[in-house]
């Protein structure tokens, strides 16, 4: 289909604008309504950018030869738009035209078609006389004014009845893409960018339109500078561009020379960078929209046309995708992204695109915050394996990128940072964890049958005791195992599901396996039945509770394969990976064969493929909840599994740096995370060991771990100091069971924290931004380590308009002292916890703590205090899902406490006591649902830590709950130190530490 060219012919050096091409080039056509689309297509697209565009521009070219059939069907969607000004100059006031999108096949074609002699002749001559007369109406309308704006408003009325509040367009459209249907959020022909600068998308299917394309490699937007002006030469939709001046070096330099240093971008990330090179490439760094590429990029295998999809997942969830618009690459299958069900009517933020830039910028609807720009900043690069994007952000303040030990606050001052999975080094008793020396010569699904004889027995001996069982699993399966020996293998070289080396065979490795060592190919069809026959027979020899899944990067002893090579890694950028070998450095070639392609594109994704494996596996052994810790993961592992530090080593400053780390993972979506509680490497000292145990008390998952060449760091072996500061530590993250699972819970339904930073709760407080040597668990508990040796205090940040009080004893936190080891533990005010007090003799464990009655704890702060409490049986699947919970609500005003039962579907056991601090006057009588604390129960006023505790009750949650207390007549008031007294309904109004006696 032939190409109209603009207006007048122009030289090398005018700028250009658009380029629209044949909507058949690159949208497939509707199967159903193609012709309905196409038809009122022209229509949609006069009224549309008459009113975004110029106004005055006229709507018939009059340099289209009428006489030229295929001009005349071309002429009726003649259009004017939006023009981008370029580093040179500013063009404007043109009148470029728009090619229909395909030849009409109607009615009138195939009878013409079809009338032989000169009854065709006739009948042409007849059409191009009402053409003609057509032609002069359509003019002398545009003209005088008839086909003015009235009549354009009337024609959208017509085509969109539903739609009749149309509202003229401004040039640069700010869209807000809302009410989406986000099951057909984009199709093929829908998804291009200047319509969603152009419009708000309705809740509906979307017409094809017409398709802009903006320079891949430049900061303006670009057309084909049609020399000769041939508007019948079909032009190659994918052929590179030779009309474009190259920007000469003295050019480029004085560019980058007003360019800021905070808004440059790296243009060359691979070794051996230099002035003169990073110049060279900068023309050909540029921002694509569902555009066609016209530079390469000087990396292989550019995307000939780029595509970006938007969709709103939900109210605060927009995806961004950018893509390969005409040959299908490797996409991830996982993570799933779930289908929002019901209305998307409150979105959190709003996409803006413009015509006359390239790119789009993010806003924050709540304060009008651009979060990410990245109109015309340049920096993108789209090819097979190299891609990059630039954006602008509102500050320096960036977290997560992938997992490292560093400060939780990144550093954004020329910093690169790698993300690709490798092995790297990175009393109270619940679980009991093996690590791989109970196997049998270190193979899966085994056990050492000499060493490890009694181990069934054992297992059994820890469920009694109301403990768990937990064995490391290894993906390696051992090669090297005579047929016949070992069913893993065997059954998996007939399953055909390894990981194949580029010959077709299983890629043979090394790792823990006394021989070799192969690995299960996770997204082979076939896999899942192998994961579960085989996590099924290792079941039956040892009843375990969960999985521990390890060296699942995957690691490799060997940097490739155990036979043969690796294909030649000539990749245009190489991560900066540790090794000295490339990606293939102590992992698989990369030419490896999954099912679903190469181990390139899979690599990062291996971990998350057997997390999910093994969680269904689990399911289907145990019948109930599963329990997984993977030391690799992946975006969308949290659903999955949860997630160590892997090998860190015994010192201060892996202790220091597993903050940062876990709060990264709460951004990641990895709630269930934490550290080897006294480190995994070298050797710990008792001195380490109890401030780490102090602290890793308090991990989401916690558990003290190490290598077997280290010296033992269990507490007992560490002396009595060590063990007493463990239990006491232990006892309080035990207590605070309830509340951690309360918030697994909103973590599982909401997608909420449990870790989180500082920040999260006091986002206007700039001071908490960087701060990651202290955290919050939930909204209400802060916990602040030692973690200097030879350290007895810490100095906290504790923002100074909130109250804070210690754990232990419920003392107000006096927020401009040092807190000791005793007080590092903090209870924010305005929190209401639910907590259960583990037995003081006996095992202390989840399955005992949790049948022991509750306690709920109120910090009273201004007077006003919330909480809440979700509670299961723990341990089967969907119970959520299947409404066999209990979830009720807290909450204290002044001198009332009360509950209410959002809803009950399981038993909930009784509360027992209730504490409530900062009640600094004494107190005179309880009312528990109108009835006195006298013969039932009691209650005792501690003046010193203004604590009033309620003993010995039997109050059941499954009803609703009142509970108030009254006030003496005061004998001595606490006077606040600016000798102001403020009394209001009995209660003495005084903050954090400001009250004396």
């Known amino acids: 289909m032939p190409k109209i060219p603009y207006k007048p012919e122009k030289s090398r050096n005018d700028d250009e604008d658009y380029e629209i091409v044949s909507f058949e080039d690159f949208c497939d056509k509707s199967p159903n309504n193609a012709k309905k689309?196409?038809?009122?297509?022209?229509?949609n697209i006069n009224y549309r950018l008459y009113y975004e565009g110029d106004g005055l521009s006229q709507f018939i070219d009059k340099e289209v030869d009428l006489g030229n059939r295929e001009a005349e069907e071309l002429k009726e969607t003649s259009l004017s738009g939006s023009k981008a000004p370029s580093w040179k100059k500013s063009v404007s006031g043109r009148e470029p035209k728009y090619q229909r999108f395909s030849h009409p096949n109607n009615v009138r074609s195939r009878i013409v078609s079809h009338i032989p002699g000169p009854g065709s002749g006739v009948l042409l001559i007849a059409i191009v006389c009402i053409l003609a007369v057509g032609v002069w109406w359509a003019v002398g309308g545009a003209l005088g004014g008839a086909w003015g704006e009235e009549h354009y408003k009337r024609l959208r009325a017509k085509v969109h009845p539903e739609q009749n509040d149309f509202a003229e367009r401004k040039y640069i459209i700010e869209n807000i893409i809302n009410n989406i249907d986000t099951t057909q959020m984009f199709s093929e022909c829908s998804a291009t960018w200047p319509h969603l600068a152009e419009h708000s998308l309705p809740r509906r299917t979307l017409h094809p339109r017409e398709i802009r394309y903006h320079d891949h490699n430049n900061l303006s937007t670009k057309n084909k500078n049609h020399a000769g002006g041939d508007s019948k030469k079909k032009i190659e939709p994918n052929k590179k561009s030779s009309t474009y001046a190259e920007r000469p070096?003295?050019?480029?330099?004085?560019?980058?020379s007003q360019v800021k240093e905070n808004m440059k971008f790296d243009c060359y990330p691979q070794p051996g960078a230099n002035e003169e090179g990073c110049l060279q490439r900068e023309n050909r760094h540029g921002i694509s929209t569902y555009y066609e590429k016209k530079r390469a990029s000087g990396y292989p295998d550019d995307f000939e046309i780029a595509k970006i999809d938007f969709k709103y997942l939900s109210n605060d969830v927009l995806q961004v995708k950018i893509y390969d618009g005409v040959n299908k690459r490797f996409e991830p299958p996982y993570p799933e992204i779930p289908m929002v069900l019901g209305p998307i009517n409150n979105l959190k933020y709003r996409v803006i695109v413009e015509s006359t830039k390239i790119g789009f910028k993010i806003v924050r609807n709540s304060d009008n915050i651009t979060i990410l720009d990245s109109q015309n900043v340049g920096g993108l690069v789209l090819s097979d394996k190299f891609l990059q994007f630039s954006a602008l952000l509102p500050t320096n303040k960036l977290y997560g990128l992938g997992e490292r030990r560093s400060r939780f606050q990144l550093n954004t001052d020329w910093q690169q940072y790698t993300i690709f999975n490798f092995d790297t080094a990175p009393q109270e008793n619940d679980v009991q964890w093996n690590d791989l020396d109970y196997m049998n010569n270190s193979n899966d699904f085994t056990y050492d049958h000499v060493k490890y004889a009694d181990l069934p027995h054992f297992v059994d001996k820890l469920h009694e005791a109301g403990m768990h069982y937990i064995p490391l699993i290894d993906p390696g399966v051992s090669a090297s195992e005579p047929r016949g020996q070992y069913p893993p293998y065997d059954r998996g070289l007939e399953l055909e599901i390894f990981i194949k080396n580029s010959?077709?065979?299983?890629f043979v490795g090394k790792v823990w396996n006394k021989g070799s060592t192969v690995w299960p190919d996770f997204t082979h069809p076939s896999s899942m039945s192998y994961w579960v026959e085989m996590l099924s027979e290792m079941h039956h020899l040892l009843p375990y509770d969960g999985a521990w899944i390890d060296m699942n990067e995957p690691s490799n002893f060997l940097s490739g394969p155990m036979y043969g090579s690796c294909e030649p890694e000539n990749f245009p950028y190489m991560p900066h990976v540790s090794g000295g070998e490339g990606l293939k450095s102590k992992t698989l070639c990369m030419d490896a064969i999954h099912y679903v392609g190469k181990h390139f594109d899979c690599h990062s994704l291996?971990?998350?493929?057997?997390?999910?494996a093994t969680n269904f596996a689990l399911m289907e052994v145990r019948g109930k909840r599963p329990f997984i810790i993977s030391r690799s993961t992946f975006v969308g592992s949290g659903r999955y599994a949860g997630h160590w530090s892997g090998d860190i080593a015994s010192d201060w400053h892996d202790m220091e740096m597993s903050i940062p780390e876990l709060l990264a993972f709460s951004l990641f979506g990895i709630p269930m995370m934490g550290a080897d509680i006294c480190g995994f490497r070298g050797d710990t000292t008792p001195?380490?060991?109890k401030r780490w145990m102090q602290l890793g008390a308090f991990y989401p998952f916690s558990r003290n771990h190490n290598s077997d060449t280290s010296k033992p760091q269990d507490p007992v072996s560490l002396g009595e100091e060590v063990v007493e500061a463990s239990r006491e530590a232990l006892r309080l993250r035990y207590a605070l069971l309830p509340y951690l699972y309360t918030l697994f819970h909103r973590a599982h339904v909401y997608g909420e924290t449990v870790a989180r930073p500082m920040f999260f709760e006091?986002?206007?407080?700039?001071?908490?931004?960087?701060?990651?040597t202290q955290f919050m668990l939930g909204p209400s508990v802060l916990i602040v380590p030692i973690l200097k040796?030879?350290?007895?205090?810490?100095?906290?940040?504790?923002?100074?308009?909130?109250s804070w009080y210690n754990f232990r004893d419920g003392r107000i936190i006096n927020i401009k002292q040092n807190l000791t080891e005793n007080s590092t533990?903090?209870?924010?005010?305005?929190?209401?916890?639910?907590?259960?007090?583990?037995?003081?003799?006996?095992p202390v464990t989840t399955t005992v703590s949790r049948s022991a009655p509750l306690q709920l704890l109120a910090t009273g702060g201004d007077g006003v205090a919330h909480g809440q409490l979700y509670w299961d049986d723990g341990d089967s699947i969907n119970s959520y899902e299947e409404k066999k919970f209990s979830h009720i609500e807290f909450k204290m005003v002044n001198d009332t406490l009360t509950s209410l039962v959002l809803w009950w579907g399981y038993g909930v056991p009784p509360v027992n006591m209730i504490i409530i601090t900062s009640v600094r006057y004494s107190v005179k009588s309880v009312v528990i649902n109108n009835k006195p604390c006298s013969k039932s129960c009691s209650f005792t006023h501690d003046s010193s830590r203004q604590v009033l505790i309620i003993h010995n009750l039997i109050l059941a949650l499954d009803k609703p709950f009142t509970m108030s207390w009254s006030y003496k007549h005061p004998q001595k008031l606490y006077t606040p130190k600016n000798n102001k007294l403020g009394v209001a309904n009995n209660t003495v109004a005084c903050k954090n530490s400001d009250c004396s006696n």
Request: proline share 10%; with cysteine.
């Open 687 to 689: 001195e380490l060991c």
């Open 606 to 612: 291996y971990s998350l493929t057997e997390a999910i």
């Open 249 to 256: 070096l003295p050019g480029l330099n004085n560019l980058c």
């Open 825 to 842: 533990v903090l209870i924010r005010g305005g929190a209401i916890l639910a907590l259960q007090t583990p037995p003081v003799t006996g």
């Open 503 to 506: 010959t077709g065979l299983p």
């Open 37 to 43: 689309d196409l038809l009122t297509l022209n229509d």
């Open 789 to 802: 040796p030879g350290q007895t205090e810490v100095s906290a940040y504790l923002p100074i308009n909130e």
């Open 762 to 772: 006091f986002p206007s407080d700039t001071a908490t931004h960087a701060i990651d």
